[in-house]
């Protein structure tokens, strides 16, 4: 197996470093796709600068690669999120890999679980995970947890796409994460390996906000949901997860 792992990245990138030391001994290539135009059409040219002084860490590495993106404002979100998953898969092709992982900055591992899980996705073509979401702070967890899974590790095969539609499994993901080449799959356990998900940590989260791929089916809720998040107390139940709740939990990757 030679495994890559891609990272979209427009804003979050506080949390890119964390995320990427949970499994950097644990995969062969690293490759960001960034960009400093969002798919809502939001600039941020400083982008590139920001992720390169994130990994300063890293450097000099030739494992670690960076890619743009640039979108095509005239189609919708998720039509620009499916175009860039797909670039980053013809990239991580031309590495080498065997198998992949698609991850963003808010996408994190923990590494013991990551390495044995990895040893067992290597039987099966699609592999998938549930996850804990996280909430405003990363000792507020959604609880319940969503009733959608992340695929996790996947082989990769010149054949291999992300596709619209298609999709014939009973497990609900993203749309824009569908691949088109699975026979044998395999959704981890809770007690194999979970995504943490800090879907809505940010150091500027009206950013995130405006920006996500999902927002444009928003509409007026927008205004709705980020008043919900800074009026956000322990005890809420939140409208933006469906009536779901919250538990305090420990800060388990020092964020």
């Given amino acids: 197996m030679k ?9 979050g990138i506080e949390l890119l470093k964390k995320s990427l030391e949970q499994i950097y001994n644990e995969v062969d290539e690293v490759l960001i796709v960034w960009q400093s135009t ?9 982008v590139y600068n920001k992720i390169i002084a994130e990994l300063k860490i890293y450097a000099p590495t030739f494992k670690i690669h960076l890619q743009e993106f640039v979108p095509n404002l005239t189609i919708d ?4 999120e499916l175009n860039k ?3 980053a898969l013809k990239k991580l092709k031309e590495y080498g890999c065997t198998h992949f992982v698609a991850s963003a900055v808010d996408h994190f591992y923990k590494e013991s ?9 290597k039987r099966f073509d699609l592999t998938l995970t549930s996850m804990f979401t996280y909430y405003k702070y990363p000792t507020w967890q959604i609880t319940p947890i ?20 298609g999709w014939g499994l009973p497990y609900k993901v993203d749309p824009s994460l569908r691949i088109n080449t699975y026979q044998k799959t395999y959704l981890f356990s809770e007690s194999e390996i979970m995504m943490h998900h800090f ?5 500027d989260i009206e950013n995130k906000f405006n920006n996500a791929a999902a927002s444009s089916r928003w509409g007026d809720k927008a205004k709705i949901y980020l008043d919900e998040y800074n009026s956000a107390t322990i005890e809420s139940k939140l409208q933006y997860f469906g009536g779901r709740g919250l538990i305090d939990v420990s800060n388990q990757f020092s964020i």
Avoid at 77 to 80: A, G, L, P, Q, V
Avoid at 113 to 121: G, L, Q, S, V, Y
Avoid at 146 to 165: H, N, R, V, W
């Fill in 3 to 11: 495994l890559g792992i891609f990272y979209t990245v427009f804003n």
């Fill in 38 to 46: 969002s798919n809502r059409g939001c600039i941020d040219k400083g």
């Fill in 77 to 80: 979100t998720k039509t620009n």
């Fill in 85 to 87: 998953h797909n670039l």
């Fill in 113 to 121: 679980e990551f390495k044995t899980a990895k040893a067992i996705a």
């Fill in 146 to 165: 969503e009733d959608y899974y992340m695929p996790f590790i996947c082989k990769l095969s010149q054949a291999t796409q992300y596709q619209k539609g």
């Fill in 199 to 203: 879907s809505m940590i940010r150091n």
